[in-house]
């Protein structure tokens, strides 16, 4: 048998950027969990990602996922020194937003909100995208990453200068690198391997 | 140990930078982890080498990061020359900037920022589904909002598996993310440290 596309005809999907939980719908046929081997479930890391569809179509080349799945968490998780978790999902967010992924800003958004307390400023930046004014250290944090997430980059001395003048440390200004840079691979995959929907 | 991000930035064992990335161990590892599953995997998959390094060869190139680019061209030369020089070629007639594309019709729309489908010319040279596979990494790196069903269906009607649809989607993903630690890391390291 040939492989397939997957339709979703008929389903809600979101028109604007939000902060709600959305659900992710696979184009392509996820693994079938009878199809999971040891070397698929090391890939998953989490036994509970066999629920996502989004984890279950990426088992398919389990290595890859595995590695993935490991630097993302010490990124964002990791919060000995270095930048706030906040302000990473800050970044996170931002980067979504400029690339266009409205089920990864919905997850980091939310994340940002919660860590920050700061609802109605990421909501701002939801709303009227990545030229938004948050305040200094926050817009300082948006432009990096959004610099960083341009074709080509144009992220310069300037942007790392902006960003210690707000108080970020060499650990910090790290810090928002790697965040930005990693939601150019995760909006990547969002956005090319299914789409997000609104959940009844 | 030194790894391939620390060769691509230029980073020496006990650098400021080196130092800098002890402090997210596991990332660091992991990020090596990465290049190693895609580059160096274990098996083949749906993917051969051959492909691998012409999509990785077309995505660094358009990024136009020099410190990137030119490694996985090296390692493109080394495999087939010749298909190396019709994806650099492919490369030189890429001129766009991202991101671009479309929304969903609807609030955004005013956001549209519709642009270049990109198609190669050297069909031939690279054959279908390097052809395919590079046409999908432009859309990829360049306008990913665009992406749809259809497309994916493009890369199946190309030959490619669903599982090769996976890697090769992994492929161009972390290479944008890569070229962008890369890129960050060499601004970093040649801006004055913090010392207050």
């Known amino acids: ?200 | 140990m030194s790894d391939v991000i620390d060769r691509l930035v230029g980073i020496e064992p006990g650098d400021r930078l080196d130092i800098l990335r002890q402090a997210r161990l596991v990332a660091r590892e992991n990020m090596q982890a990465s290049y190693l599953a895609l580059f160096e995997p274990a098996n083949e998959g749906d993917v051969t080498p051959r492909e691998r390094y012409a999509v990785a060869t077309f995505v660094t190139g358009v990024h136009r990061e020099d410190a990137v680019a030119p490694f996985y061209a090296e390692g493109l030369a080394t495999l087939d020359a010749e298909l190396a020089e019709a994806v650099a070629a492919e490369v030189a007639d890429v001129g766009t900037t991202g991101p671009y594309g479309s929304f969903p019709p609807g609030p955004l729309s005013i956001e549209d920022a519709p642009g270049l489908r990109f198609t190669v010319t050297r069909h031939e040279a690279l054959g279908r589904r390097i052809s395919a596979a590079l046409e999908h990494a432009h859309m990829l790196v360049f306008h990913p909002r665009d992406a749809s069903a259809v497309w994916l269906q493009g890369l199946l009607d190309a030959g490619w598996s669903t599982t090769g649809i996976v890697t090769q989607s992994q492929l161009v993903a972390f290479l944008a993310f890569q070229v962008r630690v890369v890129h960050g890391l060499r601004v970093l390291a040649v801006s004055e440290r913090n010392t207050s």
Not at chain 1, 80 to 102: D, K, Q, V, Y
Not at chain 1, 148 to 159: D, E, I, W
């Open chain 1, 1 to 200: 048998m040939t492989d397939a596309t997957v339709s979703h005809i008929g389903h809600d999907a979101p028109v604007a950027f939000t902060q709600r939980e959305l659900e992710w719908l696979p184009w392509l046929e996820p693994l079938p969990a009878e199809a999971l081997t040891d070397r698929h479930w090391a890939g998953l890391v989490d036994a509970s990602r066999a629920k996502s569809p989004y984890f279950m179509l990426l088992a398919r080349d389990p290595d890859i996922l595995g590695a993935r799945t490991r630097t993302d968490k010490d990124i964002f998780y990791n919060t000995s020194a270095g930048l706030p978790r906040p302000e990473r999902e800050l970044s996170a967010a931002a980067t979504s937003r400029f690339n266009g992924c409205i089920y990864c800003a919905s997850v980091h958004a939310r994340f940002a909100s919660h860590f920050s307390k700061r609802t109605e400023d990421v909501q701002h930046l939801l709303d009227d995208g990545v030229g938004v004014d948050i305040g200094e250290r926050w817009n300082a944090i948006v432009a990096a990453s959004v610099a960083l997430t341009s074709t080509p980059m144009y992220f310069r001395a300037a942007h790392i200068e902006r960003l210690r003048a707000v108080g970020l440390d060499d650990l910090s200004v790290a810090d928002v690198i790697n965040s930005a840079a990693f939601f150019n691979w995760a909006n990547r995959l969002m956005l090319s391997l299914g789409e997000p929907d609104v959940p009844k």
